[in-house]
Each structure stands twice: as C-alpha cells, then as structure tokens.
C-alpha cells in the first residue's frame, strides 16, 4: 500500500475564482488549469484543487489520494468496502481518476498523480 493525500478538493461551482481566493490567502501557485478543476500547489508537496460541481453545498470536500499502482489499490479498497462511484480523466489524457466512497459514503479519488 502506498497511497499518499496530493490534494485537498473542494467541490464549487465557480473553481477558477476560489482556487485564486485561496492562492492570495496561502500563497503557491496555480498547478493545472483544466476550466472545471483547478490546482493550487502549495511549495511543500501538498495542494488544494477546486472542482467545478453543478448544485454543490458549501462545507463538501474530498480527498484526493495518489499511487504508484490506482488500479490495484482501486481494486483493493473495493475488496475493502469502498464503492466506486466513476472514472474520469483529465482533457488530453494528462491523467485519470476514480472516485469513490467509503463505507459511510464520503467520496474519495484515487490516481497515479497530477
């Protein structure tokens, strides 16, 4: 098992404008700019993304979990009790992701990175 948290996400309707709220407030710099999904990169290795959610509640956000293997480990989570939700990847193939929720229901994305 090797997953380690890339980003804390949070889920709006308007991710270009908060994730340059919280660049002006933490600092870092703008990581990828995919129009609906934002990274802020923080300088130590850490980052916030902002994702665009249509009908989103304030207060929702997810982890967003990287590995060398997201297959495997999306395998063993499921064998675990997780629940894939979907699959996505990014325009141009830069990456892919599934998105999850643990047995409670909170989402989670695992990837092999940003």
Not at 18 to 26: E, F, T
Not at 55 to 64: A, C, E, V
Request: proline share 4%.
């Amino acid at each position: 098992m090797d997953l380690k948290i890339a980003n804390v996400t949070v889920n709006t309707d308007r991710p270009k404008e908060l994730a340059q709220w919280w660049l002006a407030a933490l600092g870092g710099e703008i990581t990828a700019d995919w129009g609906e999904y934002v990274m802020v990169g923080l300088g130590d290795g850490t980052g916030l993304a902002f994702q665009y959610v249509e009908g989103t509640q304030p207060g929702r956000i997810h982890l967003d979990l990287v590995t060398s293997d997201a297959e495997q480990e999306v395998a063993r989570l499921i064998a675990s009790g997780a629940t894939q939700v979907s699959h996505h990847e990014a325009p141009g193939g830069v990456f892919s992701w599934t998105v999850l929720k643990d047995p409670d229901g909170n989402e989670f994305c695992v990837s092999q990175g940003h």
